[in-house]
């Protein structure tokens, strides 16, 4: 599998909701990487915390049909 992940020192968010497709508290385009990556069936996952920055971790499933 192929694995990013993306993080910053920002000032980091409190999610508002568990579900990602709801949580108007992630920006639009947090929203739109999770969409993306949910379209070629990549599991995209959201941390954050105030203070602490914001983290994406995306995984992207290799096979040998992929190659």
Do not use: H, W
């Not at 990602?20 to 070629?40: F, V």
Request: charged share 25%; aromatic share 4%.
């Amino acid at each position: 599998s192929l694995e990013i992940r993306i993080s910053d020192d920002g000032k980091g968010f409190i999610p508002r909701s568990q579900n990602p497709e709801t949580d108007k508290s992630l920006g639009l385009g947090l929203r739109n990487i999770r969409n993306r990556a949910n379209l070629i069936g990549a599991q995209c996952t959201i941390k954050s915390q105030l203070t602490c920055g914001t983290e994406v971790f995306i995984i992207y499933p290799i096979n040998a049909e992929t190659e």
